[in-house]
């Protein structure tokens, strides 16, 4: 029986890239948060539920911010002996209360719009686009902010879908002030509101189906179990395959562990060294371990 590895060095926060992440991301943060006051206040003040909504998602996304700042430090912290895959799957932790977040956020709007069609309220249409315009502005500098940094990040991704959709809740609250102000007809906050939350809820469940799957260590989806399979099957000196695993630490890197019954007369040092090559260079993994055998080994025996 012979086994091997193979893995490339893993990045930590000491990049500038990721420091420069966590900078723009504190940012956000501090600009969510002070708008957030801001925001509730003129909410309360017009009696605009757009604004109010906007004002719980700028919590929202406080909370989902601070999350992914969370995350992406313990993700860089040094592998130790409890933590052998270090906490970089702090990633979908961060994403799946994220998304819960985002789902009960959507609920909550819902409900009060649906409360505010049955008994309109009177909304100062003046100080409700003022405040929303300041919010697009707001929103619009922390997208900037987090521009071209989420790549497959799912943590980044999610906190990046916060921000969005509070930006679409300053773009509604603008349309419905200027719609009240013209015209007087508010219900127009509250169905504007309503569309708001369904693209939230949206943008949350797939977050949240996401995260839950890869916390339940499901096959990255840019991998296919079966090619991988097919791939190692092609090779000659390959008689069987069991034990196969495929799963994520986090959306950057993906391991995957086999059990391969080879040729006897194989030399299986070196087949073992193509193996390792050929499938880094064929599925980008990021951590690689092949046992082969000359004969199944107990735990192959059913698959045999």
């Known amino acids: 029986m012979i086994s091997g590895h193979s893995h490339p060095p893993h990045g930590n926060l000491e990049s500038g890239g990721e420091k420069s992440t966590l900078r723009r991301l504190a940012g956000v943060l501090a600009l969510s948060l002070l708008f957030m006051v801001v925001e509730a206040v003129g909410g309360v003040l017009s009696g605009s539920l757009a604004l ?123 349309g419905a002030a200027l719609v009240i102000h013209f015209t007087g007809w508010t219900p127009i906050d509250p169905l504007l509101s309503l569309g708001i939350a369904i693209l939230i809820g949206i943008a949350g469940g797939r977050i949240l189906y996401d995260s839950a799957s890869l916390l339940m260590d499901r096959v990255p989806t840019q991998i296919d179990q079966e090619e991988v399979s097919s791939f190692l099957g092609q090779w000659p000196e390959v008689r069987h395959i069991c034990d196969l695993h495929i799963w994520s630490v986090s959306s950057n890197e993906t391991m995957l562990t086999a059990h391969l019954v080879v040729d006897p007369a194989a030399d299986r040092d070196k087949l073992l060294h193509r193996l390792l090559s050929a499938l880094n260079a064929r599925f980008d993994l990021a951590h690689l371990t092949l046992q082969l055998e000359n004969e199944p080994h107990a735990t192959c025996l059913h698959e045999w």
């Open 52 to 174: 109010l909504a906007d004002a719980g998602h700028m919590l929202s996304d406080a909370m989902a911010v601070a999350l992914s700042l969370a995350a992406l430090w313990l993700a860089g912290r040094s592998v130790n002996t409890r933590h052998t895959y270090g906490y970089r799957r702090a990633e979908f932790l961060a994403a799946f209360v994220n998304a819960i977040g985002l789902m009960l956020l959507a609920l909550w709007i819902v409900i009060e719009a649906v409360e505010r069609f049955g008994e309109p309220r009177p909304i100062a249409g003046g100080l409700m686009l003022g405040v929303a315009v300041v919010g697009m502005g707001v929103n619009i500098l922390a997208l900037w902010l987090l521009h071209g940094r989420a790549g497959h990040n799912l943590n980044l991704r999610s906190a990046i879908w916060h921000v969005t959709g509070d930006l679409l809740g300053s773009l509604g609250a603008v």
